[in-house]
């Protein structure tokens, strides 16, 4: 406007004379002074014959002890006055409507609060019961060690889960150090592991050191960096810049150099990220490396193909006996237990439980060694029974190589403590060193679907 205030100054008193125009007809000329509100309405008033009635005071209902903030009360509200006003009937349904409605809100809403308030009873429940727990550890249990671990009273203490504070210190007497591994010998292999790295990553390429082969300096280079980076991603402590990668690299490391027989194999990263997680470097490498010696893992790690059937074999027989169901369900699919468990095995089941339900896992196996394992597999196998039932041999072996993220621990539990490890009144290793004899007598009990 301010472009043109002279030109229209001067076409004023033209545009108050013309007429004004309008698609489809003609209209009155705009006026340049705003309209009062009471003006338009006065006119609108004698226009029209009709008087205005300003509208009645808001009749919303008080004293209410619940008002849901939402469109449901406007059912409650009179109809506009060119609509016909409401039945009685109508609304007298509408209220009753809405009082079910706010009735169902007020429910709801009460039973989220006594949800919320369960949840945290339990809470306290455990808290208190780790804490009570973690003064019988430390002030009795662990100062008698030797005497107490076997006793009954422990036994079921430790099958409840170990209290976080003492667990990495059960953990290593339960495992115990046959290999006599020191503090110091862990400094020795890290120091030699470092200098294999720099000497590596200097020339590209390294001579065969104290017999170390080529796939070993591969597993101890390039493949430990690629698992460390796998571990764990939803913590992003183990990763690159994470306060854990250096320490995780350094026990993996170290062991390459410890027993280059074994070398690095992957799943390591998952057993070693626990143990860190719960003992102090040095330390989480002496568990660790004895952890591996046992029978069991060595097997596996160093993928004895033999020793491995015959642990196949002998859950296969414990399979039979607790879920004869579901057994005969896989071998409809010709579905053999490397398919799941391998994986479950490689890293004590820390990659595929939530951490905290792995950890007691760790509990107990620590407590019943490498049977519990498999009785752990056999109870995974319970819980998700009727669903399995009605799966495929794709569908069976997705879902067990990804498992539901909502396992709880006491579902869990409940389902490995239903699990009998006895079959013909023979326990888990006696079952076992009948197979081993077996297989020394020519492997004549070996069933198809194993040789598979």
């Given at each position: 406007?301010?472009?043109?205030?002279?030109?229209?100054?001067?076409?004023?008193?033209?545009?108050?004379?013309?007429?004004?125009?309008?698609?489809?007809?003609?209209?009155?000329?705009?006026?340049?002074?705003?309209?009062?509100?009471?003006?338009?309405?006065?006119?609108?008033?004698?226009?029209?014959?009709?008087?205005?009635?300003?509208?009645?005071?808001?009749?919303?209902?008080?004293?209410?002890?619940?008002?849901?903030?939402?469109?449901?009360?406007?059912?409650?509200?009179?109809?506009?006055?060119?609509?016909?006003?409401?039945?009685?009937?109508?609304?007298?349904?509408?209220?009753?409507?809405?009082?079910?409605?706010?009735?169902?809100?007020?429910?709801?809403?009460?039973?989220?609060?006594?949800?919320?308030?369960?949840?945290?009873?339990?809470?306290?429940?455990?808290?208190?019961?780790?804490?009570?727990?973690?003064?019988?550890?430390?002030?009795?249990?662990?100062?008698?060690?030797?005497?107490?671990?076997?006793?009954?009273?422990?036994?079921?203490?430790?099958?409840?889960?170990?209290?976080?504070?003492?667990?990495?210190?059960?953990?290593?007497?339960?495992?115990?150090?046959?290999?006599?591994?020191?503090?110091?010998?862990?400094?020795?292999?890290?120091?030699?592991?470092?200098?294999?790295?720099?000497?590596?990553?200097?020339?590209?390429?390294?001579?065969?050191?104290?017999?170390?082969?080529?796939?070993?300096?591969?597993?101890?280079?390039?493949?430990?960096?690629?698992?460390?980076?796998?571990?764990?991603?939803?913590?992003?402590?183990?990763?690159?810049?994470?306060?854990?990668?250096?320490?995780?690299?350094?026990?993996?490391?170290?062991?390459?150099?410890?027993?280059?027989?074994?070398?690095?194999?992957?799943?390591?990263?998952?057993?070693?990220?626990?143990?860190?997680?719960?003992?102090?470097?040095?330390?989480?490498?002496?568990?660790?490396?004895?952890?591996?010696?046992?029978?069991?893992?060595?097997?596996?790690?160093?993928?004895?193909?033999?020793?491995?059937?015959?642990?196949?074999?002998?859950?296969?027989?414990?399979?039979?006996?607790?879920?004869?169901?579901?057994?005969?369900?896989?071998?409809?699919?010709?579905?053999?237990?490397?398919?799941?468990?391998i994986d479950w095995i490689f890293t004590l089941y820390s990659k595929s439980l939530p951490l905290d339900l792995a950890c007691r896992v760790w509990d107990v196996f620590c407590r019943d060694g490498e049977e519990f394992l498999f009785r752990t597999g056999l109870g995974i196998l319970?819980?998700?029974?009727?669903?399995?039932?009605?799966?495929?041999?794709?569908?069976?072996?997705?879902?067990?190589?990804?498992?539901?993220?909502?396992?709880?621990?006491?579902?869990?539990?409940?389902?490995?403590?239903?699990?009998?490890?006895?079959?013909?009144?023979?326990?888990?290793?006696?079952?076992?060193?009948?197979?081993?004899?077996?297989?020394?007598?020519?492997?004549?009990?070996?069933?198809?679907?194993?040789?598979?």
């Amino acid at each position: 406007r301010n472009f043109f205030t002279k030109r229209t100054k001067e076409l004023k008193p033209a545009v108050q004379s013309a007429p004004g125009w309008k698609l489809f007809g003609k209209v009155p000329p705009r006026e340049n002074l705003p309209k009062d509100s009471k003006i338009i309405q006065q006119e609108y008033e004698a226009r029209t014959g009709r008087m205005y009635k300003p509208p009645p005071p808001s009749t919303r209902r008080k004293n209410i002890e619940f008002e849901p903030l939402s469109t449901t009360a406007l059912i409650l509200e009179d109809r506009p006055a060119n609509l016909p006003a409401k039945s009685v009937e109508e609304a007298l349904r509408h209220r009753q409507e809405y009082d079910e409605m706010v009735a169902e809100a007020k429910k709801r809403e009460i039973k989220e609060a006594h949800k919320r308030k369960k949840i945290m009873r339990e809470r306290f429940k455990q808290e208190e019961n780790i804490a009570s727990a973690m003064v019988i550890w430390v002030n009795e249990i662990l100062p008698n060690w030797e005497g107490m671990r076997a006793t009954r009273r422990v036994r079921e203490l430790w099958w409840q889960g170990l209290p976080p504070s003492v667990r990495g210190k059960v953990w290593s007497l339960a495992v115990g150090n046959e290999l006599n591994i020191t503090p110091e010998l862990y400094e020795i292999f890290l120091s030699r592991a470092k200098e294999r790295w720099k000497s590596f990553s200097e020339t590209g390429s390294e001579n065969d050191v104290e017999g170390a082969s080529v796939a070993d300096r591969e597993a101890s280079l390039e493949l430990i960096k690629l698992d460390i980076s796998r571990t764990f991603p939803s913590l992003y402590i183990f990763q690159k810049g994470g306060p854990y990668h250096d320490l995780l690299h350094s026990v993996l490391g170290a062991y390459t150099c410890y027993r280059p027989d074994v070398g690095y194999v992957q799943g390591m990263s998952f057993i070693a990220a626990v143990l860190i997680l719960n003992l102090e470097e040095a330390d989480a490498f002496i568990a660790f490396a004895n952890l591996l010696n046992k029978p069991c893992q060595l097997a596996f790690f160093r993928v004895d193909h033999s020793m491995m059937l015959k642990y196949f074999a002998a859950f296969e027989v414990f399979f039979e006996e607790n879920l004869p169901k579901l057994f005969l369900h896989f071998k409809s699919y010709s579905l053999t237990p490397d398919i799941y468990l391998i994986d479950w095995i490689f890293t004590l089941y820390s990659k595929s439980l939530p951490l905290d339900l792995a950890c007691r896992v760790w509990d107990v196996f620590c407590r019943d060694g490498e049977e519990f394992l498999f009785r752990t597999g056999l109870g995974i196998l319970r819980l998700y029974e009727d669903i399995l039932l009605q799966m495929d041999f794709i569908h069976i072996a997705q879902f067990l190589t990804k498992l539901p993220e909502d396992i709880t621990s006491e579902k869990l539990f409940s389902c490995i403590a239903a699990i009998q490890m006895q079959n013909s009144n023979k326990k888990w290793a006696q079952v076992f060193a009948s197979l081993m004899k077996d297989n020394k007598e020519g492997d004549k009990n070996h069933s198809p679907a194993l040789k598979s």
